[in-house]
């Protein structure tokens, strides 16, 4: 079955510093997609980055990157330089092959920037 | 605007009166998905469709209907609401829901109050 686990219900940054979001996985699928999704306090969920599982180098998005090791089964979000907005709650999620058909959610990491 | 609508925003009902939340996109994507969102539980997969007129279970589909008649619209129906189905819910789409870099298109939300 597959899995995501996401250890840090919350953290706390300050602001203009850079900051790491835990995730872990587990899924026996030999290729798999890796998605980070922002929660803003209105409540839509917002895109941030994928990473696929043959993709040799780790995915950047502006401020955000992917510390993907795929032997640890981890992928990382790293926001560098925080600011105020990027207060919200952080979905790690991903995608496996065939008969899966749908995106699977960790628990979700609430991040606090304090100016 | 590429977009998925979810209404309404906002709903609160009581103990077994149905009620239907429609969601609408515009994409023409073949795969439109619903999940609801639990403090500590992550976003979790209600019902998802392939395309029209195919719809399969997710992971907590007790208590919930959908219908897939047009490629636009997923409504998702609650014949009869319980308490525990308060929750926020989220449609989503993406292009055909069988690759593994598809990322998932979510709407606004709606937060759902059952009393």
């Known amino acids: 079955a597959q899995k995501i686990t996401q250890t840090q219900p919350g953290m706390f940054v300050q602001e203009k510093e850079a900051v790491t979001l835990d995730c872990t996985y587990d899924t026996s699928d030999q290729s798999y997609g890796l998605f980070w999704y922002k929660q803003p306090s209105s409540g839509e969920m917002i895109f941030l980055i994928y990473?696929?599982?043959?993709?040799?180098q780790n995915a950047t998005e502006g401020r955000y990157s992917l510390n993907f090791q795929k032997a640890r089964k981890s992928a990382n979000l790293v926001i560098s330089a925080s600011q105020l907005g990027d207060s919200a709650m952080y979905f790690c999620a991903m995608r496996g092959r065939g008969a899966t058909n749908k995106l699977i959610f960790g628990t979700g990491t609430l991040l606090a920037v304090q100016p | 605007e590429a977009q998925v609508t979810q209404n309404p925003r906002y709903l609160i009902t009581v103990t077994g009166k149905k009620l239907t939340v429609t969601c609408s996109q515009n994409?023409?994507?073949?795969?439109m998905s619903w999940y609801r969102q639990d403090p500590g539980l992550g976003l979790r997969q209600i019902y998802y469709?392939?395309?029209?007129?195919?719809?399969d279970k997710g992971d907590v589909p007790e208590g919930y209907k959908v219908s897939r008649k047009e490629k636009r619209n997923f409504p998702l129906i609650l014949e009869s609401p319980s308490p525990n189905q308060t929750s926020l819910y989220f449609c989503?789409?993406?292009?055909?829901?069988?690759?593994?870099?598809?990322?998932?298109?979510f709407g606004s939300g709606t937060q759902l109050s059952v009393l």
């Open positions: 469709s392939m395309n029209v007129e195919v719809t």
């Open positions: 990473q696929g599982s043959y993709d040799e």
């Open positions: 994409m023409n994507h073949e795969y």
């Open positions: 989503a789409s993406s292009t055909h829901g069988q690759a593994t870099n598809e990322k998932l298109l």
